[in-house]
């Protein structure tokens, strides 16, 4: 990585500003259901611990609309980042102004203080000058750890750099770049990229970029049927961007011309309404008009499965079909199961994306996977050759 790490830092005795994701999810009574969030942030804090930082961890958490509300408050997340450490965990009722300010600079080395939810200041996500420079008053050193908003120019991911240095990332953003760029700089070959989801709208850039670089694109989702019938195939009820018709033909030419291979499914699982429990057949070519596609079908996980296994670099962002419904599943879940065998066999593999990162952990996969990322947004623009505002932000190497 070109920009500084937390290892070139000299972190003993110095107040440490931590930007952490711990937008965790919360059930009614305000408790933790997933804690991967803050467990993923650990390594970069044991590491400023066992080196005598005092830190000061923030983060936002749902969306408050610039408002404070008790229902989105970081004090669970201080509570359980406090199980995890086995030790106290200091808790600030406001992320700056008096009470941050003096708990910021009571700290001794090897303690923790979190601050309030960012997002209660309508200026965090304003990126307001102002409310940036408050935040670098209470540290001496800033380390982004937040690789999930690093697509976000906010007050304490791209503003605080302005008034804080220098600026270094933490354990999880520095894996998470150097993960990706392997995907985006000399990349391995063969390089298969596995692109699902619902909308070609959501991924253009994404294809566009991986296609000068991949080898073989993959398409499933509901994306899949936009190609098709770009390409005079017919999707019946399926749903199909009518206003992206072009932009996929475009997509389309420039695979072509580029000698890139594209994949589009050959068969489908096909359902006459989008529900757990609706009959559904597997349907070659069209679809019929009273049907629409929910999954790949068999002959086409097949294909799928023979590509990836051929594989040195995988990148895979979006699910095949409906898999919320487990009826419609499959196809991702076979997807699944081909990128962690190619991974065993020795290739390189990156997943993004929550259906997908989903579907790797419900199949008891996460641990064949050799990289899976912690920002969807962000993970998605790295992948289609966007700056992120938080790794630009952070200081050059010497």
Sequence with gaps: MAKLSIRDLDLKGKRVFVRVDYNVPLNDAGEITDDTRIRASLPTIEYALKDGARLILASHLGRPKGKANPKYSMKPAAVRLGELLGKPVEFAGDCIGAEAAQKAAALENGQVLVLENLRFHPDEEKNGPEFAQKLASLAELYVDDAFGSAHRAHASVEGITHYLQPAAAGLLMEKEVASLSRATEHPAHPYVVIVGGAKVSDKIEFLQNLAKLADTILIGGA???????????????????????????????????????????????????????????????????????????????????????????????????????????????????????ATDAGAFSIVGGGDSVAAVTQAGLADKISHISTGGGASLEFLSGMKLPGVEALTEKQ
């Design 223 to 341: 994306m899949a049927y936009t190609f098709l019938k770009a390409a005079g195939i017919q999707m019946g009820k399926s749903r199909v961007e009518e206003d992206k018709l072009e932009v996929a033909r475009d997509l389309l030419r420039q695979m072509e011309h580029q000698g890139t291979r594209l994949l589009l499914p050959t068969d489908h699982v096909v359902a006459e309404k989008l529900e757990a429990g609706a009959a559904h057949e597997v349907s070659a070519g069209s679809i019929p008009a009273d049907k629409l596609g929910v999954d790949i079908g068999p002959a086409t996980r097949g294909a799928y499965a023979s590509e990836i296994a051929g594989a040195r670099l995988i990148v895979w962002n979006g699910p095949m079909g409906v898999f919320e419904i487990p009826e419609f599943a499959e196809g991702t879940l076979a997807v699944a199961q081909a990128v962690a065998k």
